[in-house]
């Protein structure tokens, strides 16, 4: 009797697991792929293996606090087709546990991802400046502030684009030397005995005068112009809310609205603006966020480690 009432039990206990697992599976949620740790400056990317809809990525903080965002775009590659979305992690984010939204077009939340950011540390260095720079710095300037404006304007925009090849992303001066990093926790010493701390959002790279630079990586001109503290300056449009930025240039040898690739010299090198010596600064930014560009150096914009990990995930199959 007792044999009987529990085998009834079982039966309807997997009565129920199956219909649990029935329904669940009506409601799928749709696969996303992303790595979990990161270092403060790092990129995330979000690999979406269907395009019939595409959607946004937001990423939340564990008190529900919109930290960044960026959209979903096509990719159409040899080992990956579907849609990615890119967003940087500032070098001044809290470490800790975030998570990341996926949403659809009406904005409903299609999925969710936890991910942690690890507590790294940045290099710190002096840079003395002379009169002139320490006048650039801080004498108050109206058209600095608009020129602020209107760059940042241009690095929270995010045009459509659909990518179908999975280029390698280079440094834009091959043989220079590179002299400050992202990240660097700078202290600008002024000529009138004081100082103030800045965060250096780009990396330097040293060459002689008048040495070419390339794009580095495809991507459209969306600005190209003379900034006050920046110099003559180029920012490239490397994918959906993706730039590629150029500060303190002698020559351009490209105006906004050109198409480029990777190998396209875009300018030479020089010192203009606020510059203690010729150099390029380098400076990438992913929905607003300045990024470390040494991980994408090695593996590409769009991450082709997380690419080739789904390929031998779904080999393994
Ligand atoms: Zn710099």
């Given at each position: 009797m007792k044999g009987r009432l529990l085998n009834k039990m079982k039966s309807l206990y997997i009565l129920i697991i199956t219909l649990f697992i029935f329904i669940t599976s009506l409601y799928a949620e749709t696969d996303v792929y992303f790595n979990k740790k990161f270092n403060r400056g790092d990129v995330v990317t979000v690999l979406i293996p269907d395009n019939d809809e595409l959607y946004k990525l937001e990423l939340i903080s564990s008190t529900g606090k919109f930290i960044t965002g960026n959209i979903f775009f096509p990719v159409d590659s040899i080992n990956f087709k579907g849609q990615a979305a890119l967003i940087g992690l500032d070098s001044t984010l809290k470490a800790g546990n975030y998570t990341l939204l996926i949403k659809n077009s009406m904005g409903d939340i299609e999925n969710t991802g936890e991910i942690l950011v690890r507590e790294n540390v940045f290099k710190k260095e002096n840079i003395p400046l002379n009169q002139a720079n320490t006048s650039l710095r801080i004498d108050p300037d109206s058209k600095i502030v608009s020129e602020a404006v209107q760059i940042h304007q241009i690095y929270g925009t995010s045009t459509f684009l659909s990518v179908s090849g999975l280029e390698s992303i280079k440094l834009?001066?091959?043989?220079?030397?590179?002299t400050s990093w992202y990240g660097d926790r700078r202290t600008f010493l002024y000529s009138d005995g004081s100082s103030a701390g800045a965060i250096h959002n780009g990396t330097d790279i040293a060459a002689p005068f008048g040495t070419k630079i390339t794009a580095g990586y495809r991507g459209r001109v969306v600005f190209s112009g003379r900034r006050?503290?920046?110099?003559n300056s180029i920012v490239i449009?490397?994918?959906?809310?993706v730039y590629g930025v150029f500060f303190?240039?002698?020559?351009?040898f490209i105006s906004k609205g050109d198409i480029v690739v990777e190998?396209?010299?875009i300018g030479s090198l020089g010192s203009s603006g606020?510059?203690?010596?010729?150099h390029l600064h380098w400076e990438l930014r992913v929905g607003g966020v300045p990024v470390n560009p040494d991980p994408l150096l090695k593996n590409g914009l769009i991450d082709n480690s997380l690419i080739m990990s789904i390929v031998s995930s779904h080999t393994a199959e």
């Open positions: 834009p001066v091959p043989n220079g030397i590179i006050i503290i920046t110099g449009e490397y994918l959906p809310g303190h240039l002698n020559e351009f190998d396209t010299v606020l510059a203690t010596g010729p």
